[in-house]
């Protein structure tokens, strides 16, 4: 038998521990809740989708999908297109301010979000926006844009600024530059950040829930709803909850050579 | 390389994001200024309360003043907690990666997996998870004879969020050191081979120098992170047994939202808030002095 080496051992029992609660979530969700009560098990007996089908058939889950999804969404474009030429702005000038300006979309990103759940609540009931996908979409602008500003500020830094200044020379106009030869030489970075702003927009949930009561309710927020009625219905918390991780598990597989990356802000 | 040009114009091209952060940021602050400085008595009719919320927060002998003291000490010691097993496991885990490889997508992909769970999902997994009756962690910690219960121990409650939080953000962690490690060249490693250098000394003096940039930003995220935890303890523990788990933005919402106790909430919101932007603008200047240095 050939000898593992302790690295490999170690690297392969942190990932056995990382996945088992998620696996745990998944052979739950596989089974009925007389079965969960009944025993504990390693894997699901009596395999059963009986949960999901009942989640696909419910309009409450299928509507609440669809907003978190349109949330997310709106929220991504409006990020990533607000936050393109400010972080070239941030990488090719300097200008009054900038080092202030700077730190202070960040200070954003730092802020907890428990702070703004009261003042937002009656910002977007004031503007009637209370309840709606943009009251959420808008709210989480609040640390996506500035997320979106480091990231692609520094995807920005690894392309040489003589390329804007051939095109300048060659009379290229500068919306012209930024459209045609700029935006597809950081593709990759504008890639990243959309998906950044995906997954801290899909699993932020305290404002989302916050900003909406029956209208635009986000999956989560039906989640939590099924907690107290009738008892807990284990199996069913269980798919819902796997449904949940499908849309980030979907994006993920194409930006995986890249998440590394956009994790150091786009700058190693 | 030579000087970025100094143009004043280019504030043409950060106006969208200002007016953006403007209306998220700047508004719902000054609304908990405005609510920090008076006392409403009836619905709309408002006292000047001057720095009253303040002086009562800041004071350990007040109610609400030891609330807020348990509370920091608490998050405090759960961030530091959190960080000193987060960050060195997190290397330990990336220098195992394989630097090159058809494995290496995937393993990123699984390790991204945790981070791409709705917090309250996260939270869902583990209260089941954790369950002694239906959960394979609870079962098994109970198994072995330890007086496991989430619910009812307090330090059942503290060890599961600490066990949820390295679970949840460790790979974070392993993403950044990861990405720092793949850009120190190979030359570096073939010149510690011919001084014949151990894999100690290889990590001391070759490795950890050039992780010190991304080490800096793992750890600024992470204990931001920690310090705004709300939605794990939330669903797990519910801030309890007693306030065991009670952690700043929990206390917080619970004085805002809970008993919508709208002066003492203000005051702690701003206080609570200049203490994250203090820590921030200290790593964000070790950060930007490493930058400048070139030490990246």
């Known amino acids: 038998m050939k000898r593992v080496p302790l690295p490999r051992l170690a690297l392969g029992v942190y990932m056995v521990a990382l996945m088992l609660p998620i696996y745990w979530l998944v052979i739950l969700s596989l089974r009925s809740n007389e079965d969960i009560m009944s025993q504990l098990a390693l894997w699901p007996h009596h395999p059963t989708l009986a949960k999901y089908i009942?989640?696909?058939?419910?309009?409450?889950?299928?509507?609440?999908?669809?907003?978190?999804?349109?949330?997310?969404?709106?929220?991504?474009?409006?990020?990533?297109?607000?936050?393109?030429?400010?972080?070239y702005a941030f990488n090719r000038y300097r200008f009054v301010g900038d080092k202030h300006m700077f730190f202070w979309l960040l200070s954003n990103l730092m802020a907890p979000t428990a702070i703004f759940a009261?003042?937002?609540?009656?910002?977007?009931?004031?503007?009637g926006l209370f309840d709606t996908v943009w009251a959420v979409a808008l709210a989480h602008c609040l640390f996506n844009v500035p997320v979106a500003v480091w990231i692609l500020e520094g995807f920005i830094n690894g392309v040489p600024r003589e390329i804007d200044e051939t095109a300048a020379i060659d009379g290229y106009s500068f919306p012209r530059f930024f459209i045609k030869i700029f935006l597809p030489l950081i593709a990759n970075g504008i890639g990243v950040t959309a998906f950044f702003?995906?997954?801290?927009?899909?699993?932020?949930?305290?404002?989302?829930?916050?900003?909406?009561?029956?209208?635009?309710?986000?999956?989560?927020?039906?989640?939590?709803?099924?907690?107290?009625?009738?008892?807990?219905?284990?199996?069913?918390?269980?798919?819902?909850?796997v449904l949940t991780m499908i849309p980030g598990a979907l994006v993920i597989w194409f930006v995986r050579n890249h998440i590394a990356k956009g994790f150091a802000l786009g700058r190693v | 390389m030579t000087e970025k040009p100094y143009n004043n114009a280019a504030w043409w091209m950060v106006l969208p994001v200002l007016v953006f952060v403007l209306f998220s940021a700047i508004l719902p602050v000054m609304t908990v200024v405005n609510y920090s400085v008076?006392?409403?008595?009836?619905?709309?009719?408002?006292?000047?309360?001057?720095?009253?919320?303040?002086?009562?927060?800041?004071?350990?002998?007040t109610d609400i003043g030891a609330r807020f003291s348990d509370?920091?000490?608490?998050?405090?010691?759960?961030?530091?907690?959190?960080?000193?097993?987060?960050?060195?496991?997190?290397?330990?885990?990336a220098l195992c990666l394989p630097r090159t490889g058809r494995t290496v997508g995937p393993f990123l992909v699984v390790l991204a997996l945790p981070m791409l769970i709705p917090f309250n999902v996260v939270g869902t997994i583990w209260q089941i998870f954790s369950r002694a009756d239906i959960g394979l962690f609870g079962a098994a910690l109970t198994g072995l004879g330890l007086n496991y219960n989430v619910t009812q121990n307090a330090v059942s409650a503290w060890s599961t969020i600490v066990v949820i939080d390295v679970w949840h953000w460790t790979p974070l962690v392993v993403l950044l050191s990861y990405a720092g490690l793949r850009a120190i060249p190979d030359a570096f490693y073939q010149a510690a081979r011919i001084d014949g250098a151990s894999r100690w000394a290889t990590f001391a003096y070759i490795e950890l120098p050039k992780l010190r940039r991304v080490l800096v930003l793992a750890i600024l995220l992470r204990f931001m992170q920690t310090f705004m935890i709300y939605t794990e303890p939330f669903v797990v523990t519910g801030g309890g047994p007693g306030s065991a788990t009670t952690f700043l933005s929990i206390d917080l919402v619970k004085i805002a939202l809970g008993q919508v106790d709208l002066g003492n909430a203000a005051a702690?919101?701003?206080?609570?808030?200049?203490?994250?932007?203090?820590?921030?603008?200290?790593?964000?200047?070790?950060?930007?002095?490493?930058?400048?240095?070139?030490?990246s």
């Open chain 1, 54 to 87: 009942a989640i696909f058939n419910d309009p409450t889950w299928v509507h609440a999908f669809g907003i978190s999804l349109s949330y997310v969404a709106i929220n991504t474009v409006i990020s990533v297109c607000v936050a393109l030429p400010a972080a």
């Open chain 1, 118 to 127: 009261m003042p937002f609540f009656n910002l977007y009931y004031a503007l």
């Open chain 2, 71 to 93: 509370a920091l000490t608490r998050n405090l010691a759960f961030s530091v907690l959190a960080l000193l097993i987060e960050v060195p496991l997190g290397i330990s885990v």
């Open chain 2, 38 to 61: 008076q006392d409403a008595m009836a619905a709309n009719h408002f006292f000047w309360n001057s720095d009253g919320w303040f002086r009562d927060l800041l004071n350990p002998s």
């Open chain 1, 197 to 241: 702003c995906f997954m801290f927009s899909w699993i932020e949930q305290l404002l989302a829930t916050t900003l909406t009561s029956s209208n635009a309710l986000p999956f989560a927020a039906v989640m939590r709803r099924s907690y107290s009625a009738a008892g807990m219905d284990w199996a069913l918390l269980s798919a819902a909850g």
């Open chain 2, 268 to 295: 702690m919101s701003l206080v609570y808030n200049l203490i994250t932007i203090t820590l921030c603008w200290i790593f964000y200047t070790i950060m930007t002095q490493l930058d400048s240095r070139g030490d």
